[in-house]
């Protein structure tokens, strides 16, 4: 059954680091993996992504600089590592997968994507 699982959010204070975990199980090597996130009353956000032609990687523009997008494709497994984070960074993080490939501009909406997690909470304080 095709599945992805964020693991790893939780509650830090600002300037902190979270690493989140996505675990997909399925056929989702040969699939673009990607982060996005949503806060309460906001629309869901690109946050990253990693393509697995090329293993290019993309980033939003708010993230730029403070997050890292790593993907172990031998254990179907994609990350993010969270630094410097700051209270605008609280939101529910999803994972979500998709066979796409052509423009990069279309990795940053989220209709590009087929496959979704169930989300993560990651809360900052200051």
């Known amino acids: 059954q095709d599945q992805l699982v964020e693991s790893g959010g939780g509650s830090v204070q600002a300037g902190g680091s979270l690493r989140l975990s996505c675990t997909a199980s399925?056929?989702?090597?040969?699939?673009?993996l990607g982060w996005f996130r949503q806060a309460p009353g906001k629309e869901r956000e690109f946050v990253a992504a990693?393509?697995?032609?090329?293993?290019?990687?993309y980033y939003g523009d708010s993230v730029k600089g403070r997050f890292t997008i790593s993907r172990d494709n031998a254990k179907s497994v994609v990350f993010l590592q969270m630094n410097s984070l700051k209270r605008e960074d609280t939101a529910v993080y999803y994972c979500?997968?998709?066979?796409?490939?052509?423009?990069?501009?279309?990795?940053?909406?989220?209709?590009?994507?087929?496959?979704w997690g169930q989300g993560t909470q990651v809360t900052v304080s200051s």
């Open positions: 399925g056929t989702f090597r040969r699939y673009t």
């Open positions: 979500a997968a998709t066979m796409f490939n052509g423009d990069s501009a279309y990795y940053f909406l989220s209709g590009t994507y087929t496959y």
């Open positions: 990693h393509t697995w032609i090329g293993d290019s990687v």
